[in-house]
C-alpha cells in the first residue's frame, strides 16, 4: 500500500482510458480502510486506480461532509497513447521495422518485397521507409534498399514507453512532435490526495435521512443515528422564463405612454399593401425606399384588394366609441373615395398641394410588402378616426422589416416605437415642448432639434439627446406634423393637426444594457444567460 508524500503528484484519469473491471461503487468504508493503514495521505489514483472519477468523487465527499475525511484536488494535462502509438510501444517504430527487414536480409531487400515483409506489413513500409532513409539507417541502391547502420535507437518507441508509464514527458518538444504525428493526445486528469479529518473515525455509519413509520413502530428510532440538517447547503437552482431585454424595454415605454393617455394601437398587421405603407403616407411610387435594395416585397400573393373595410368591425381598437361603430356600420367610411383622394393628391395634387405630378399606377399601390414602419398602422388608424373626428393619443411598439445589409447597428428587422396625437391647434412649438416631456421620463433632459425631411411630414424634424454614460450627443428619434395632403385625404377637418414621432426600441435596449453589437440583442447570436442575469431597467435612471 502506498501513501502520498507531499511532494506526489499523480493523477486519476476521469474519463477512465486505462481502466478494465471498473468497480460499479466505492464505499466510504472501502476509503477508510485505507486511509487507516496510512501515516498520512493517500493519493486515489494509486489505490484506486481502475475506479471511476466520479465514484471515487462521491465517496470521498460523503467523508468529508461529515469531517472524517479532508482532500484536496490536483490536475494536469497527461498525455496518452493512441492506438496506433500503443502499437509501437509494443513492437517498435515503423522506421526500425524498416530497418530490421532490411538488415536482415543478407543482400539487400528489394524495395518492392519492403511491404511484404511479415515484420513490416504495408503501412510501416509507406511510412518508415522515409524515415529510416532521412535517420540514414537504410540507404537506397538502385531498386533496392541496403543497411547503413550496424544498430540503431528506436528513439520514438522509448518516448512512447515513457509516456505509457508516467503520462508525461520531460522533453516537451518531444510532446509537442508527437502531438504532431498523432500519436498522443492530451487529456486533463484529476487525481484526489486525502488525508484524515477532525472526526476521522475507522468505519462509515450510514446516516437515516427519514424517520419512517416502521421506525418509530419498531422502535429502531432509538438507536438509528439521523443525518443532521445542513442549512448552510445551497438549494437547487429553480429555472425559470425570462424577459428579453427589449421586453424589458418595452414595458418601460407602454408605462411611459400610459402615464401620458395613450392607447396602444392594434399592430398585428406584418403584410401591409403599398397602398398603407407608401400611398397613404404620400410617399411617390418612384421614392427609393420602394425599391427592392430597401423593402421586402411578397411573391406569394404579390398583390391585394383595393383599400375597404374590414369584415367585422374590431371591437378592441383603441379610444372606439359607439358612434365609431354605428359609422361604420352604416358605411361612414368612404373607402373608394379615400382611394381617389390618394390618386388625385399624387398626380394633380390637391387640398392646396400641386402633388408630385406623375401617373399613379393601381398595381404599385396594391403590391403586399412587409411593412417598413409601423407608421401604417397610424395611417389605419387616423382613417378610422375620420368617422368621429375627435382628440386621440395613439402609440405602437412593434416589429417593422427592411431589407438592409446587417452589421453591429442594423438588423433586417427591428422594433419601431411611434406615437401620434391628434387635436385642433396644434403648433411646431407644441410638438417640441411635448417631445422634451416624453423624454424627460425616458431619462433625457438635454434635447436638440435638427430639420429633417420625411414625405409626410411637414415640419419634419431629428431628435438629439445628449447621453451622459455616453457623454455626447445620439440621435434617439424622429418627428414632425403630417402634412394636409395625408389626412385631408382621410376625411379629417381641415383644422385638426396630428404629431408623429418614433424611434426604435432596440437602440436605447443596447444603451442601456451596454450591448455594442446589435446581433447579441436579436437574432440568433443571443446568449441565454444575458437574457436570464439582466435586471428589470428604470428608463429614468441610469
Known amino acids: 500500500m502506498r501513501c502520498a508524500k507531499d511532494s506526489d503528484y499523480l493523477t486519476h484519469h476521469r474519463y477512465d482510458q486505462f481502466t478494465t473491471n471498473m468497480p460499479v461503487e466505492l464505499s466510504p468504508n472501502e476509503v477508510l480502510d485505507v486511509l487507516s493503514q496510512c501515516e498520512g495521505a493517500l493519493l486515489t489514483a494509486d489505490v484506486f486506480p481502475t475506479t471511476p472519477f466520479d465514484r471515487v468523487k462521491s465517496a470521498i465527499d460523503a467523508l468529508s461532509s461529515r ?27 515503423h522506421e526500425a521495422k524498416v530497418f530490421e527487414a532490411v538488415r536482415g536480409a543478407l543482400d539487400g531487400l528489394k524495395i518492392a518485397d519492403l511491404p511484404e515483409q511479415k515484420v513490416v506489413g504495408k503501412e510501416s513500409a509507406n511510412v518508415g521507409q522515409g524515415k529510416a532513409l532521412k535517420a540514414k539507417w537504410i540507404k537506397k541502391d538502385g531498386d533496392t534498399f541496403r543497411a547503413s547502420a550496424d544498430s540503431i535507437t528506436d528513439s520514438t518507441r522509448e518516448q512512447l514507453q515513457t509516456i505509457l508509464q508516467t503520462q508525461t514527458h520531460t522533453d516537451p518538444k518531444v510532446v509537442a512532435d508527437l502531438k504532431r504525428r498523432k500519436l ?20 462509515f455509519v450510514k446516516e437515516e435521512t427519514d424517520l419512517t413509520a416502521d421506525m418509530l413502530a419498531s422502535g429502531a428510532w432509538k438507536t438509528a443515528k439521523l443525518k443532521p440538517y445542513n442549512f448552510k447547503a445551497m438549494g437547487a437552482p429553480t429555472y425559470s422564463g425570462a424577459l428579453h431585454p427589449l421586453n424589458k424595454v418595452r414595458h418601460e415605454f407602454r408605462q411611459i405612454f400610459f402615464e401620458m393617455g395613450f392607447e396602444e394601437m392594434p399592430t398585428n398587421r406584418f403584410v401591409e399593401t403599398g397602398f398603407w405603407n407608401f400611398d397613404a403616407l404620400y410617399v411617390p411610387q418612384q421614392h427609393p425606399a420602394r425599391d427592392l435594395q430597401d423593402t421586402f416585397y411578397i411573391s406569394d ?41 390618394i390618386r388625385e393628391v399624387h398626380e394633380n395634387g390637391k387640398y392646396g398641394s400641386i402633388g408630385y405630378r406623375y401617373s399613379f399606377k393601381e398595381e404599385e399601390s396594391l403590391r403586399l410588402v412587409l411593412r417598413t414602419h409601423t407608421t401604417s398602422v397610424s395611417t389605419y388608424m387616423l382613417h378610422k378616426l375620420a368617422a368621429n373626428p375627435r382628440p386621440a393619443r395613439y402609440f405602437s411598439i412593434d416589429r417593422v422589416f427592411r431589407n438592409e445589409t446587417v452589421d453591429a447597428t ?34 433625457m433632459h438635454r434635447l436638440r432639434f435638427k430639420p429633417a425631411y420625411n414625405p409626410y411630414t411637414e415640419p419634419s424634424m431629428e431628435i438629439f439627446g445628449y447621453h451622459v454614460g455616453l457623454a455626447r450627443w445620439v440621435e434617439i428619434g424622429n418627428s414632425g406634423m403630417f402634412r394636409p395632403e395625408m389626412l385631408e385625404s382621410m376625411g379629417l377637418p381641415k383644422d385638426m393637426r396630428v404629431y408623429g414621432w ?22 440568433h447570436k443571443v446568449d441565454l444567460n444575458f437574457v436570464e442575469s439582466n435586471p428589470a431597467v428604470r428608463l429614468e435612471r441610469d
Open 502 to 523: 418614433g424611434l426604435s426600441l432596440e437602440r436605447p435596449t443596447m444603451i442601456k444594457y451596454g450591448v455594442k453589437n446589435i446581433r447579441e440583442l436579436l437574432g
Open 67 to 93: 469531517d472524517m475525511v479532508t482532500y484536496s484536488q490536483m490536475e494536469r494535462e497527461a498525455a496518452l497513447l493512441t492506438p496506433e502509438a500503443e502499437g509501437i510501444a509494443a513492437s517498435g517504430s
Open 301 to 341: 400573393p404579390a398583390y391585394a384588394d383595393r383599400p375597404r373595410a374590414d369584415p367585422q368591425p374590431s371591437q378592441n381598437l383603441p379610444n372606439r366609441t359607439s358612434e365609431d361603430a354605428q359609422r361604420e356600420s352604416q358605411g361612414g367610411l368612404d373607402y373608394e373615395n379615400y382611394w381617389q383622394n
Open 184 to 203: 498522443i493526445t492530451t487529456k486533463r486528469l484529476i487525481s484526489f490526495k486525502v488525508e484524515k479529518g477532525p472526526k476521522f473515525a475507522a468505519k
Open 410 to 443: 442594423h438588423l433586417a428587422e427591428f422594433h419601431q416605437v411611434e406615437g401620434v396625437v391628434a387635436d385642433y391647434g396644434l403648433t411646431l412649438g407644441g410638438l417640441i415642448g411635448f417631445m422634451e416631456v416624453f423624454f424627460a421620463k425616458m431619462g
